[in-house]
């Protein structure tokens, strides 16, 4: 049994990935803002419930203790914790700018900060979350791409920086994936429909789908991968239909 510690934990993606790898046999530690929401997923798995802020350098610092020692050990961690902004940059607020790039970009260097000092003896496998749209170019995605393409660059140094630890770091880049965070935009009936047609395979994601892609990343049988950006995207960001 190996344990793994997901940040955002109680999200679409986040919570499915927590059931997935407690499916699979492993302990998982479930952290996220919510305390409701943790201890309800927790409880669920009989996991190990910490609440945290993951844009908080020193509290995910003192979450990855917490998870080592209830745990036993850290075979991995994944970060869930991210936001979605959808305006041009003109008509984006300077606060705006600074919360997306705070909660997407900051949480993944905080988890990329904890699991470099952590898993130094021990090795192990980080999976951060960038997007499509940071591979492609798509109208009014312009913070939310931004902070994302930074999700990449910052998963492959962290890659090269570790790689002599046997630290593995990899992210995966969806598409549109039907989760409460991006509401809004599947539950509006022409949003979605345009949404789908940009997608080659012709659906929107699932959550199961990322996680899946998320948990054989941490898989430690995936020992020779890393520094990789794997789109779970549907064709959005690599297949042109015409």
């Not at 492993?26 to 803002?33: E, Q």
């Not at 705070?102 to 960038?130: D, I």
């Not at 898989?219 to 015409?242: C, I």
Request: charged share 15%; net charge positive; with cysteine.
């Amino acid at each position: 049994m190996t344990g793994f510690l997901i940040f955002g934990a109680t999200g679409g993606i986040g919570s499915e990935l927590c059931r997935q790898l407690a499916g699979h046999g492993h302990r998982v530690a479930v952290a996220g803002r919510s305390e409701q929401k943790v201890r309800a997923l927790a409880t669920e798995l009989d996991g190990v419930p910490l609440v945290v802020d993951a844009t908080d350098v020193e509290a995910v610092n003192a979450a990855a203790d917490q998870a080592r020692e209830a745990l036993g050990g850290l075979a991995g961690m994944a970060n869930l914790v991210g936001s979605i902004l959808l305006k041009p940059a003109h008509l984006t607020k300077e606060s705006e700018w600074q919360d997306t790039i705070h909660t997407n970009l900051g949480s993944a260097f905080a988890v990329v900060r904890a699991a470099g000092r952590l898993m130094r003896t021990s090795g192990g496998a980080v999976v951060l979350v960038s997007t499509a749209a940071a591979q492609i170019g798509l109208p009014n995605h312009e913070a939310i791409a931004a902070a994302k393409a930074g999700v990449v660059g910052l998963t492959r140094s962290a890659a090269a920086t570790y790689a002599p630890a046997g630290i593995r770091f990899n992210a995966v880049a969806p598409g549109l994936v039907r989760t409460p965070l991006t509401e809004r935009i599947w539950k509006n009936e022409a949003a979605a429909r345009g949404s789908v047609a940009m997608h080659g395979l012709g659906r929107l994601g699932e959550p199961r789908d990322v996680a899946a892609a998320i948990r054989w990343l941490l898989n430690p049988e995936q020992s020779w991968v890393t520094g990789q950006v794997l789109g779970v995207e549907g064709g959005l960001a690599s297949v042109k239909l015409r």
